[in-house]
């Protein structure tokens, strides 16, 4: 019976958080958090000046989420192109931002989310958070996130509303499949 029961709750929860997710065209929510270098990233700042891709990734320094960031960073010439910049976005802790863009070299923020609110607002998915320990630099660090958000990747376009959602993101094929929305979109 309790599975039973477990099971409900689950799909009632399920289904409630699909119905709260953006879609696209409807208006990015505004958001503002603290980025890697612990300072305060505003999307009010930058919407209507670039296309925003947003993705939302489970935790820092892990396979496929290190091989998505290094895709996105080595396409840096290829986003200017698109009028595109991106940010990344976690329920990591901002030491632990701070550990993963070091040592990843990774040029474009980070972003905490460790109250959950800004996947919240995009109707992305979260689980419980967690901590590893990773080696940077030649000393052992333990990075903290409160929560695990989905994988998910909007774009959000100049005029401010969503242009792109992707929920089954396939880290290898995030950016080639960003850059066609945002080009199918001009």
Known sequence: MKSIQLLLASLTLAIATNLSALEVGDKAPAFSTKDDAGKVWKSE???GKKN???YFYPAAMTGGC???A???RDASKDLA????VVVAVSGDHVE???YFKINDNLNFPLLSDASGDISKAFGVPTRKGGKLIREVEGKKVTLVRDNTP???TFVIGKNGKVIYKN????????????????????
């Open 150 to 152: 989905s994988r998910w």
């Open 96 to 98: 632990a931002l701070k």
């Open 66 to 68: 290190t091989k998505q």
């Open 52 to 54: 925003i891709i947003v």
């Open 167 to 186: 929920t089954k993101v396939t880290p290898t094929k995030d950016l080639a499949e960003v850059s066609k929305a945002i080009q199918a979109a001009k």
């Open 70 to 72: 290094c895709s996105y």
């Open 81 to 84: 192109k698109l009028d595109a």
């Open 45 to 47: 700042d930058h919407v």
